[in-house]
């Protein structure tokens, strides 16, 4: 299996390339790396600054379309990867746990996606997908749809529940992303000790 790391966002809530803002002397990007770094013997970051992730020993492909979104960044991992599966993360999240991914793994085969869902709330950011769906999501983005939702409205999906989630992560700071300055302040500064 192959992880996947999307990196291509504009970061406009942060205002400043959020991969690399330093989280505890190291940046951000780093702390997503070592626990994929772990567990799969190839990583694509998925970026359109290439030469920034030259120093990091991982394959780096552009967005196949020019279509800025989140089914593009899994489009363009997914057609670049070797394997049939795949595990597919934003570069915001830091607080990665290397069990419950290999867990997620384990419960992949036979489904489009493994999806960890908390209530109403999917996190398919932090999920594995099956290279098999690559034409269902060029179709998606052909229309315009970038919407993930929509997408594994249409797939044979394995959710992980709550219970799952708790039993490797009970806090579940592995979904903890983030997105504007005030959220990496708080992590830079109070929750980056915690880091694995």
């Known amino acids: 299996m192959t992880g996947i790391v999307l990196a291509g966002g504009e970061s406009k809530r942060m205002g400043s390339d959020k991969a690399f803002l330093p989280i505890g002397g190291s940046p951000l990007i780093e702390h997503v790396l070592s626990p994929l770094k772990r567990l799969f013997r190839e990583i694509i970051v998925v970026t359109n600054a290439p030469e ?98 929509n997408m594994l409205a249409t797939l044979r999906i394995r959710y992980v529940l709550k219970e799952e989630i708790d039993r490797f992560d009970p806090e579940r700071k592995s979904f903890k992303n983030l997105n504007t300055r005030q959220e990496y302040e708080e992590t830079a500064f109070t929750d980056w000790e915690c880091l694995s």
């Open 52 to 149: 920034q992730y030259a120093a990091y020993g991982v394959s780096v492909v552009r967005d196949a379309f020019n279509k800025r979104g989140p089914l593009t960044g899994i489009y363009s991992g997914l057609l670049h990867s070797n394997d049939e599966y795949n595990f597919v993360v934003a570069c915001d999240m830091p607080f990665l746990n290397a069990q419950l991914i290999a867990y997620m793994i384990s419960l992949a085969e036979g489904y489009d996606a493994v999806v960890p869902t908390i209530g109403e709330f999917m996190e398919p950011l932090h999920a594995v997908y099956y290279k098999g769906i690559v034409p269902v999501i060029e179709a998606r983005i052909k229309q315009n749809d970038q919407r993930i939702r």
